[in-house]
């Protein structure tokens, strides 16, 4: 009986729901910009009675659409953009569904105390599953490049050194135009101080990516687009800038679009001095534990570079649905490093002994061209599509050192002083290709699946030489041949649907990895081959229009390359040494995440909570290698009967250990925080965007190694680290067509196993003006305004105790100046189909 009530209890709620149901009825249309024909997306309709009393509303998505249920009725209904006319429909009789068509809005030209409005895109997008960063309304990186474009993206940092980490996680994926920014050459943070800020147009941020997405980057993915106009006609700009310390080019954006096909390119030139400095200061202990001396390093760099990027390419539509594209991008660069190194030497009782002058004298040469093409088949309008990328390229990068080592104040400048010259010679070809099939069906489900193929081959040869006498000796220690070779095979297949407010989406991956890491001149040979599985699964509800939550998860992999397996590293200082390891194995990360979205009219507000759980983490690790430094100071030279030296006596033994940093696996890394994005306009004049940080990094594992005693050393790297970062970023338009805009980024101390890092705080700001009828902008950058974005760090361990600090550019000035010709300067250029990728829009995002 109670069954039966149950059942008749269920049968009339759901006859209730269908009978509301069906007395409501839809509102729906499209939204567009005059002039550029661009859809408005964030736009507000509001429908209200005709007493003006609210009864529904809602945002219009991406391609500029809208659909809101009302019951029947006489409505007034309201259409609303920042910066727009206000567009109101009275009176409207809505008896049945109802389609208002397209809507045109046009720019509000009201003066408010003599500011002018423009249209303009929000800095920065938030999306349920991303975040999409507008280049083309930052101020502070005009002139800059894209490793500056990147620091100012919410949720991704930018350190000293370059190193691009996600929610402070260094496991990070960087896409450029889809496609992987370096392989196992060039390092990442060297490409993107080569590519200048005015070449990107938006940067897209995914923190817990799909299958679709290689499942490479532990901390999630960044994709960099560039610039392609989609303007009819021929349109671009020219930018000009001078900077102190030196930083002088020019960027040019061309682009010429008729109904066949699309030319489209970026050339830029750049001439850069990026002067730094750094320094530590260490105390030496005995075995008992006793201070036995201590040396303070002071070091100074320069870092010249000249080089020129060219990307240029053409898409031809080849009928209504084909869309083939080809480009070639071109990088070109030369610098040197004039670095001075000084080490002065202390008593145990701090009684000062002597200075050692180091110079290393570095030059580069890299050249790097790349083939990308790209062809999309679209079969309807309903996104049910195939998708083929591929792309090669090939890549040298010639680097030379010649170093001098020198003892102030010596008697015996030829046996106190020495003499030595590197070589770092590196060549890398890699192709990829991609597959990638879209079809829809029914009612908001989709079916995707995929093949993804990426080979690299790298060979680097390292060689180190010592000045003995006259003649040049071969330093075994620092000189390596080595051969890396990745072959990764990927297919993938994901399938979502959405009903009513909930949608979702799972997927599944699977890598083929091979992977060879050759020592060839020590015949010591590693082949690491492994497949695995990387499952994903999304899940979206929407409460309501603007206001959904999502639980995501995924599984990850990073593969060490580069300098991390490299056992050679430059010799700036022969006492303070990073060296690669050979024997790094991948990392796996199990990545989960529960996010938050609402959408107000002049707030938009995004949170998540996130964990990550990596097995086998890279872990950075100081220790004493057990080698010396030797320099005999104020010796006798014994010589042979060709006046060659052969012995060396008297004199004093400066014994200075070397202390290496490297990288490991650890066995466990735990990771959980969480963060919050807020856009929000206060004024139509005023924008501002913050974004906060906190995390908590657990790390479990020891490591072992053999000190300059021969004893085993056995660290304990069980630790527990919080730490948070935070920026504002905030953008007034004043009169007379001025812009101002002041950004600060804050970073929180942090203890590490071995010892600690101190806060890091800067500040920027940048002040534009438009002339020349608005086709033109000067603009005035400052970066790191009062010169505090330094790393700071505390070091312990049982031999030696040091403090670091370490700036790698100083203050920047910069001015430039913009030239616009038929285009506007707020024209959206999207990027068109060549990102690789795509989004999940059915996912809500």
Do not use: C
């Amino acid at each position: 009986m109670k069954k039966f009530h149950m059942l008749f209890m269920l049968l009339f709620l759901l006859t209730t729901f269908s009978t509301i149901a069906q007395n409501k009825v839809s509102i729906s249309g499209k939204i567009i910009e005059k002039g550029t024909k661009q859809p408005l997306e964030f736009a507000t309709v509001t429908i209200q009675t005709t007493d003006n009393v609210t009864v529904n509303g809602g945002l219009t998505d991406v391609n500029g659409n809208y659909n809101i249920q009302v019951a029947r009725g006489t409505y007034n209904i309201k259409i609303d953009f920042i910066s727009f006319k206000s567009i109101v429909i009275k009176n409207k009789q809505v008896n049945q569904n109802i389609n208002l068509g397209t809507t045109v809005m046009e720019p509000d030209a009201t003066i408010l105390n003599e500011v002018q409005i423009e249209a303009e895109r929000s800095t920065v997008e938030i999306k349920l599953d991303k975040r999409v960063y507008t280049v083309g309304n930052d101020m502070v990186v005009k002139g800059g490049t894209v490793s500056d474009v990147l620091d100012n993206v919410p949720s991704v940092s930018v350190d000293v050194e370059g190193n691009v980490s996600l929610r402070g996680n260094e496991s990070v994926t960087i896409l450029i135009d889809g496609r992987p920014s370096n392989l196992a050459g060039t390092s990442v943070a060297e490409i993107l101080r080569m590519l200048p800020a005015d070449s990107v147009d938006k940067v897209e941020v995914i923190t817990n990516p799909s299958a679709r997405y290689d499942a490479e980057g532990g901390g999630g993915i960044i994709n960099i687009i560039l610039k392609k106009g989609k303007a009819n006609g021929f349109n671009g700009s020219v930018m000009l800038h001078a900077g102190t310390p030196t930083d002088n080019g020019g960027s040019a954006t061309l682009n010429f679009r008729s109904d066949n096909f699309n030319l489209f390119s970026n050339f830029s030139y750049n001439n850069r001095n990026s002067p730094g400095n750094f320094k530590t200061d260490s105390e030496y202990f005995n075995s008992e534990g006793n201070t036995s001396s201590f040396i303070n390093e002071r070091r100074d760099t320069e870092r010249e570079r000249e080089g020129y990027t060219a990307n240029f390419g053409l898409e031809l539509f080849l009928d209504k649905t084909t869309t083939w594209t080809n480009s070639v991008n071109i990088r070109s660069s030369d610098g040197n490093n004039p670095t001075e190194t000084y080490f002065d030497y202390y008593e145990a009782d701090g009684t000062f002994d002597k200075t050692r002058f180091r110079y290393n004298l570095e030059d580069e040469e890299d050249d790097n061209v790349q083939f990308s093409t790209n062809l999309i088949k679209k079969f309807n309008e309903d996104g049910h599509e195939l998708r083929v990328d591929a792309s090669v390229a090939m890549s040298t990068d010639y680097e030379t050192a010649q170093i001098d080592d020198i003892v102030l104040g010596t008697t015996t400048p030829e046996t106190d002083n020495f003499y030595q010259r590197t070589l770092n010679d590196e060549d890398e070809n890699r192709s990829l290709i991609q597959a990638d099939y879209v079809l829809p069906f029914g009612e908001g489900s989709q079916f995707e699946a995929g093949y993804r193929g990426s080979f690299a081959e790298l060979t680097t040869n390292s060689r180190t030489e010592t000045l003995e006498g006259n003649n040049w000796t071969i330093d075994p220690n620092y000189t390596n041949l080595l051969e890396y070779k990745e072959n990764v095979n990927a297919l993938y297949a994901q399938y979502g649907s959405k009903f009513g407010k909930f949608s979702y989406l799972l997927g599944l991956r699977w890598e083929d990895s091979d992977i060879e890491v050759n020592l060839l001149d020590a015949d010591n040979y590693n082949n690491k081959k492994y497949n695995n599985f990387f499952p994903s699964a999304f899940l979206n509800y929407e409460f309501s229009e603007g206001n959904t939550v999502s639980i995501s998860y995924s599984r990850r992999i990073n593969r060490p390359r580069g300098r991390f397996i490299n056992p050679f590293s430059t010799l700036a200082s022969n006492i303070n040494i990073f060296t690669g390891n050979p024997d790094l194995d991948p990392s796996m990360t199990n990545a989960f995440d529960i996010g938050y979205l609402k959408k107000w009219r002049q707030v938009t507000f995004s949170t998540s909570a996130y964990v990550n759980i990596t097995d086998d983490s890279f872990q950075f690790v100081r220790r004493e290698s057990g080698d010396f430094v030797t320099q005999v100071i104020d010796g006798e030279d014994i010589v042979n009967e060709n006046n060659e030296v052969v012995e060396v006596v008297g004199g004093e033994d400066i014994r200075t250990p070397i202390i290496l940093t490297t990288p490991i696996n650890l066995a466990k890394e735990y990771r959980f925080g969480f963060e919050f994005n807020i856009n929000y306009n206060p004024f139509r004049w005023w924008r501002l965007v913050s974004n906060f940080n906190f995390y908590r990094n657990e790390t479990q594992g020891e490591y072992t190694y053999i000190d300059f005693q021969d004893n085993s050393v056995t660290q304990n790297f069980d630790n527990t680290a919080y730490n948070w970062t935070t920026r504002i970023n905030s953008k007034i338009n004043l009169p007379y067509g001025i812009d101002w805009q002041l950004r600060a980024f804050y970073r929180g101390p942090q203890d590490t196993a071995q010892g600690r890092y101190k806060s890091i705080l800067s500040t920027d700001t940048a002040i534009s003006k438009d002339i020349l009828n608005d086709k033109a902008t000067l603009s005035l950058s400052v970066r790191d305004i009062f010169n505090t974005r330094k790393r700071r760090m505390y070091t312990d361990l049982p031999q030696v105790s040091s403090y670091t600090e370490m700036q790698w550019r100083e203050r920047q000035v910069t001015l430039s100046f913009t030239y616009r010709f038929n285009m506007k300067k707020n024209e959206r250029q999207r990027n068109g189909e060549q990102n690789g990728g795509g989004d999940d829009e059915f996912m809500g995002g």
